[in-house]
């Protein structure tokens, strides 16, 4: 629900999949890779107005840099850096059977018909997930189904786990190895290559790729819903919504951001708060919902809810901003403010 009377409405004209895998460096460098659903410009600046670069296929593979623009990416095809209009570009991330198989099914469940068996190692082009974040939704060359969560790769990691790991140019032990990671340095993920296997990263000020063998999974489930929830910075609030491609509203964004990672809510505020345990600011931690109370007129007492985050800051979903960050304790918030409520055990 809204926090303010107004309402914003907006129509997705491009398929948007999703990327499951949690990304936990700052929005403006993270890196995802996309394809053009149609032959559009790609230009020097983030307008029509700028001068066109040249013309990129329909199915061109491009490296995202940046999408703080609402309508306009900053990206790479090949060895250019370039904008792009963000609706004719589909986010991609690929990722890989990890059991020794999996079934391709026809729908969310076992009592769905297996289409195929997926031999481990296959890979995956992600589309979306179910309501509870159990099943997956892929693609497998031209055919589109669903596998469960658990038989395929779905988080990123962030330590060197390996006695050692080379620190490489590229995303491949062809590129050079710029220095060697002992076990236990920590890193800052950026990115994935296409294919999953290796990982970029940030070490002190350097740069580059691991290969994900080398490393190990370091977060916790709300490190891993906090890292997803701030791929949707600046999306616009949607009445109603609870998706990426319909767009949310701040409970069908709560809702979704929490059960891609198998914790399921209520799809209204005053249910996910009804359901909710209730804590203390003291004893509040990230990964807690914050409710608040009057923010419209409504007949619910609970009237929107957000993801707190810590040090007196909550990600939700503002009707004017869209997705965004706020401190929950001065100003408006404060004062429509109502208390904490915990679905993380």
Do not use: K
């Not at 995956?124 to 658990?150: F, K, M, P, T, Y």
């Not at 296997?197 to 691991?210: A, D, F, L, P, T």
Request: proline share 2%; charged share 15%; hydrophobic share 35%.
């Amino acid at each position: 629900m809204p926090e303010e009377a107004e309402q914003e409405e907006y129509s997705v004209e491009y398929e948007e999949l999703i990327d499951i895998l949690p990304m936990n460096a700052p929005l403006v460098t993270q890196t995802w890779n996309g394809l053009t659903t149609q032959a559009t410009q790609f230009r020097t600046g983030p307008g029509t107005h700028y001068e066109s670069i040249r013309n990129i296929a329909q199915g061109s593979a491009v490296v995202i840099l940046n999408r703080e623009q609402a309508n306009w990416w900053y990206v790479r095809i090949g060895n250019q850096t370039g904008w792009m209009d963000a609706r004719v570009v589909r986010e991609v991330i690929l990722v890989g059977i990890t059991a020794t198989s999996a079934a391709l099914r026809q729908g969310p469940g076992t009592a769905y018909s297996s289409m195929r068996t997926l031999a481990q190692g296959t890979d995956l082009e992600i589309l979306g997930a179910s309501a509870n974040g159990s099943w997956i939704r892929v693609r497998v060359g031209n055919q589109i189904g669903w596998a469960h969560r658990d038989r395929v790769t779905q988080t990123i990691r962030v330590g060197v786990t390996a006695t050692s790991a080379a620190l490489r140019q590229g995303p491949g032990t062809a590129y050079a190895s710029m220095r060697t990671l002992s076990r236990g340095t920590n890193l800052e993920i950026l990115g994935t290559s296409l294919n999953g296997s290796w990982i970029r990263v940030r070490v002190s000020n350097q740069v580059g790729w691991v290969h994900r063998d080398r490393v190990t999974e370091a977060t916790s489930i709300f490190d891993e819903i906090f890292a997803y929830a701030q791929r949707y910075l600046g999306r616009r609030h949607v009445m109603g919504g609870n998706s990426p491609a319909r767009g949310f509203d701040c409970s069908g964004f709560t809702q979704w951001i929490y059960g891609v990672h198998g914790i399921t809510l209520s799809r209204t505020t005053q249910q996910q708060f009804n359901s909710s345990t209730r804590v203390s600011r003291a004893n509040a931690r990230p990964g807690d919902l914050v409710f608040f109370s009057g923010t419209f007129a409504s007949s619910d007492w609970i009237t929107h809810v957000g993801m707190y985050v810590g040090d007196g800051r909550m990600i939700h979903v503002s009707s004017s901003r869209g997705v965004t960050f706020d401190n929950i304790h001065t100003g408006w918030w404060a004062n429509h403010f109502v208390g904490y409520g915990r679905v993380i055990d």
